[in-house]
């Protein structure tokens, strides 16, 4: 076991944890923010992404140790006041389902915007293609990305 | 323990309910949970098995709060489907509520309390749409009076609108809040002088109405199966017996235990070959302070497994063994005229093999549970379960404690699709909160979930269909076998039960004089479970594309075609010619009878909408399909299309749908976008494979479901307008796609599909 000093949500915290505990089980047991999920343990299925440094990030297969003073961002973090442009799109297209992918989907395409404001549709699906949604609700996250990219 | 389930059993019809007061007892009780103010319970009454009148008290809640809250308790699950939003919706919409000022409450798993709550069979909204209006109605009269009573105006005039009473002459209103007091002294308005609302007076139902969730889901403040943290809690991941059946012979924990974090190994003894369908399979489960020791520490177990029976088994091997018994005389399941006799006639026969694989679940949220075992002998858990009631009454029975003392939380669900009907993890979760006395949450992994599911079935089909001289099909045999269902709890259950065969094989509605549908043995070798639309998957695959070939042959459209053969307007019930009951999804078949009208309706319907004819005089390639479960009539087409590097393009999807009073149009909509998408993932991608009785699928890489780039791009769904009971729509686009989209690839390619998945197939 390891002390680390991680920056989450722009707050320092300190852990106890294995050097192999992934970031995903740091922040869900350790830190106790929920909205990161668990979805296949190999980041082929993108529920546990995150942002650290601002680059979406497989939290799931990401080793605590490897994080360093990077700065991590997770669903909570995203906004102060939940009203990110992505998450007005959401509401607006009522894209969940069940709801469960969605923080990943929506940290993917955070992401995705801050590097390339206006994408492409085939941009967008070459973007989003590491984020799986069971329900099916991939039409409408590609209608809320383009429409929070014409606004933003 | 079968469950009640719709394709299983007839469903009880929940037809009538009772609007009432609450005692004092009991509204303190219900007081204690949801806090104050007007309270109205519901009953709805319930046919019991010999026709008696059952009375669940009270199924429902309504509460009205002197700050003008209204409180609508949700005992349905919320998978995704949007009913957690759309039966409460309803309920404010009769009532006249403030959308916006309505709080939903979800409703522990209870059957005396709320009646059925398994969430399943795409039946919510048929069962309770009525119900849920009614109290509504009867919440809207009470008020109603109250504001007459206090104003000493005729009750006539009033209405309810966005939480007020209204006085429309006069001018006055008032809001509900402030009746509160007055509503208590009122006594509950007989049935007979209710007043519903016409449908156009409603200005939710009928609407675009967004889930209650959103914002929560959006900002990361849902709370799914695994999200719950109680003081003292261990997490536990269970090592399950590789093939079912298998056995511990000897374990050795002792590198386990050396993992910083793992605390305990505890064995769970399974159930034996036919492991049933709430029970947890043979295992060791890690316990530790956290997920990741629990996780390592299971990689470290050492265990020598007795694999039992099922270590030699191959399904490539039963499927070949499947087909080979469709050439045989089968179990008779439907019969109508002599098929033998239309054989001996002459004419062309058409005479194809269909197979299609195991299909897993894979909902997002892999199976979660928590559990908290008390000092007083009492367990609370905190589930994504769809059947709360079947969870509740599994842990009892396998804690041997009496149902009252099992308390059966309903979390949201991470997707469900019939996986999370079956209790084994939270029955898992329960006996380890016993065993080490603290609470446990237990957390299955991605390769948990696709080695120990409850599988859909593999499946062969042989049908032979004979025209006469002048191209009339004039005779059709059907032949089904899969494992079925009832093989997961009994070894004697070969064959599909009446229930799975009117998915879709034995409700064959053409116009055909003569059928004869039979079916096969299997056995389960494996769990095989409920999968979104369940048989109708494969049965849809195998008839709509064999039509489509027909029609080709008979250079006719496809769509006339089927049209044609639904004959002329008829309502069927397949009475005299079913060898066996037919469930027709709980429904009596008078109220529900098979309507080829309705299902005439949504072919041209869909055809008018997708430009058929238009856009193939463009070029375009369509491929066209239509079948009915659930009760809901739908007709798909599919376009398809290779872009420039020679991958699969689903440029558009259209969809029309006959699901009776269209309730939350928006839900519906996103029903059959999702549907047309987990089709897409059923017919291009998804297999799952048995070798030596283990699945070779471990996680995204192997069991593959679509991404955004192979997803249809645009999917349109016209809901035809009707004034029908209505019916659920969380099954039924699934069915007619796989069809839709293998009869458009056929004019692509030129190749007949007769095999799912078809993506190696493509190229």
């Known amino acids: 076991m390891e002390k680390y000093r991680l920056s989450v949500n722009g707050k320092m915290q300190e852990v106890t944890a294995p050097a192999d505990m992934p970031l995903l089980w740091v922040i869900r047991d350790l830190l106790s923010l929920k909205g990161t999920k668990f979805g296949c343990g190999q980041a082929l299925c993108g529920a546990c992404t995150v942002h650290v440094d601002g680059v979406a990030t497989r939290s799931c297969s990401l080793p605590v140790s490897a994080v360093g003073d990077r700065a991590v961002t997770t669903i909570e973090g995203l906004s102060p006041t939940g009203d990110h442009p992505l998450q007005q799109a959401w509401e607006a297209h009522v894209v969940p389902q069940c709801g469960y992918c969605q923080s990943g989907q929506l940290m993917n395409a955070a992401a995705l915007l801050a590097e390339n404001p206006r994408p492409s549709e085939s941009e967008i699906e070459a973007a989003m293609a590491g984020n799986l949604c069971r329900c099916g609700t991939y039409n409408r996250i590609k209608d809320a990305i383009l429409t929070a990219s014409s606004q933003s | 323990m079968i469950p009640k389930l719709p394709f299983f059993s007839k469903k009880e019809p929940i037809d009538k309910s009772r609007v009432y007061l609450p005692d004092r007892r009991e509204f303190l009780k219900i007081s204690s949970l949801i806090g104050g103010g007007f309270l109205l319970g519901v009953n709805f009454q319930c046919a019991g098995p010999k026709g008696e009148t059952r009375t669940f008290a009270p199924n429902a809640y309504l509460r009205i709060a002197s700050d003008n809250t209204v409180t609508i308790i949700a005992h349905r699950s919320e998978m995704g489907t949007g009913i957690r939003t759309t039966l409460p919706m309803v309920l404010a919409d009769e009532l006249g509520a403030d959308w916006k000022a309505v709080r939903i409450e979800q409703a522990v ?71 509160v007091e007055r509503l208590q002294q009122l006594s509950i308005p007989e049935e007979e002088s209710l007043t519903l609302r016409s449908l156009s007076d409603y200005t939710l139902v009928g609407k675009d109405v967004p889930i209650y969730d959103i914002q929560e889901i959006t900002q990361g403040k849902a709370r799914f199966g695994a999200d719950l943290d109680l003081p003292g809690q261990q997490i536990a991941v269970i090592l399950r017996s590789p093939v079912v059946g298998a056995t511990i012979r000897s374990y050795n924990e002792e590198k386990a235990l050396q993992v910083p974090g793992v605390t305990q190994v505890i064995k769970i003894a399974g159930n034996g070959l036919h492991p049933g369908l709430n029970k947890p399979l043979e295992g060791l489960a890690v316990l530790a302070d956290h997920t990741w020791a629990a996780m390592k520490g299971r990689e470290a177990l050492e265990v020598d497994w007795d694999l039992g029976d099922n270590w030699d088994y191959q399904c490539a091997t039963q499927m070949e063994a499947m087909i080979a018994s469709t050439q045989q005389e089968g179990r008779l399941r439907r019969e109508k005229g002599s098929v033998k006799t239309a054989f001996a006639g002459g004419g062309k026969a058409f005479e194809n093999t269909y197979r299609a694989p195991y299909y897993a679940h894979a909902t997002i949220e892999p199976p979660a549970a928590l559990a908290d075992y008390k000092d007083d002998g009492s367990i609370v858990i905190w589930a994504p379960t769809q059947h709360p009631q079947w969870a509740r009454d599994s842990v009892a029975e396998a804690l041997d404690m009496d149902v009252s003392r099992v308390t059966v939380h309903v979390t949201l669900l991470g997707g469900g699709f019939g996986r999370k009907s079956k209790p084994d993890f939270v029955v898992e979760a329960a006996l380890l909160s016993k065993a080490i006395q603290k609470p446990v949450r237990v957390q299955w992994t991605r390769e948990d979930d696709l080695h120990h599911d409850f599988y859909h079935s593999h499946s062969a089909q042989r049908i032979k269909a004979q025209l006469d001289g002048s191209g009339k099909l004039v005779a059709w045999n059907h032949h089904t076998v899969f494992p079925a269902i009832g093989g997961t709890s009994n070894a004697e259950e070969l064959h599909p039960s009446d229930g799975e065969m009117g998915l879709g094989c034995t409700d064959f509605p053409y116009d055909v004089p003569n059928i004869r549908i039979e079916s096969h043995e299997a056995r389960a070798h494996t769990r095989v479970g409920w999968l979104r639309s369940v048989s109708n998957i494969h049965h849809a695959f195998a008839i709509c594309t064999m039509l489509d070939e027909i029609a080709e042959d008979q250079r006719m459209d496809p769509v006339d075609y089927v049209l044609s053969l639904l004959g002329e307007d008829r309502k069927l019930s397949f009475a005299e010619e079913m060898k066996g009951s037919y469930p027709n999804y709980g429904e009596a078949i008078e109220e529900y009878p098979w309507d080829t009208a309705r299902m005439k309706a949504v072919i041209r319907r869909v055809a008018a909408e997708a430009g058929w004819e238009e856009a193939i005089n463009q070029g375009k390639t369509l491929g066209f399909a239509a079948h009915k479960s659930f009760l809901t009539y739908v007709a798909c087409i599919v376009e398809v299309a290779e872009d420039a590097s020679g991958n699969l393009i689903i440029p558009e999807v259209h969809y029309a749908v006959d699901c009776g009073i269209p309730v939350n149009t928006d839900r519906i909509r996103s029903q059959f976008e999702g549907g047309a998408q987990f089709a897409t993932s059923l017919a291009l991608s998804s297999a799952i494979r048995f070798e030596n009785g283990q699945v070779i699928q471990n996680n995204f890489d192997g069991y593959q479901i679509i991404r955004m780039p192979e997803a249809p791009k645009k999917i349109y769904t016209h809901i035809i307008e009707s004034t029908e009971k209505p019916t659920g729509v969380g099954e039924p686009p699934v069915p007619p796609f796989i069809p839709a989209l293998c009869n458009a690839l056929y004019k692509l390619k030129g190749k007949r599909i007769y095999e799912l998945p078809i993506k190696e197939g493509f190229a």
Request: proline share 3%; charged share 25%.
């Open chain 2, 109 to 179: 798993g209870d059957e005396a309390t709320y009646g059925d709550q398994n969430t399943d069979g795409s039946y919510s909204i048929r069962m309770f749409f009525e119900p849920m209006r009614r109290a509504g109605a009867t919440a809207r009269h009470m008020l109603r009076q109250a504001a007459a009573e206090q104003w000493d105006l005729d009750v006539s005039g009033c209405d309810t609108r966005d939480g007020m009473v209204i006085h429309e002459s006069s001018g006055q209103q008032i809001p509900f809040g402030d009746l």
